[in-house]
């Protein structure tokens, strides 16, 4: 089993930067795959950004891939997601998910594992 804690999140003004954090549990994380997810009130969950294994590969959402950067440090079982020039609609609940196959990178919600999720808020 794999256990997810998301944190970094907050209220930011438009315009700021926020720096998400997934902590995973297990010796085995860094072998799997990571993803950020979002969803905003009365809306779909929406892909943000994936991860593979290794790092060396990421695939982003095109809304934000001039804005968001991924990244992992496997030593610290941590999965990162850096978020620039933050708008209102950016708003929205940020998860982190989890799959035991090192290249997932799926652009669904069909992760093995996901976190409680953390409140991002971008005020204007």
């Known amino acids: 089993q794999v256990q997810l804690v998301e944190s970094g999140g907050g209220l930011v003004q438009t315009g700021g930067s926020l720096r998400l954090s997934c902590v995973a549990s297990g010796r085995t994380f860094a072998s799997y795959a990571v993803a950020w997810f979002r969803q905003a009130p009365e809306k779909e969950r929406e892909f943000v950004a994936a991860?593979?294994?290794?790092?060396?590969?990421?695939t982003y959402a095109d809304s934000v891939k001039e804005q968001f950067t991924i990244s992992r440090d496997n030593a610290k079982n941590t999965v990162y997601l850096q978020m620039n020039s933050l708008k209102p609609e950016d708003t929205a609940v940020y998860y982190c998910a989890a799959d035991s196959n090192p290249m997932h990178l799926s652009r669904t919600p069909n992760y093995d594992y996901w976190g409680q999720g953390t409140q991002v808020t971008v005020s204007s």
């Open positions: 991860i593979s294994w290794s790092g060396r590969s990421t």
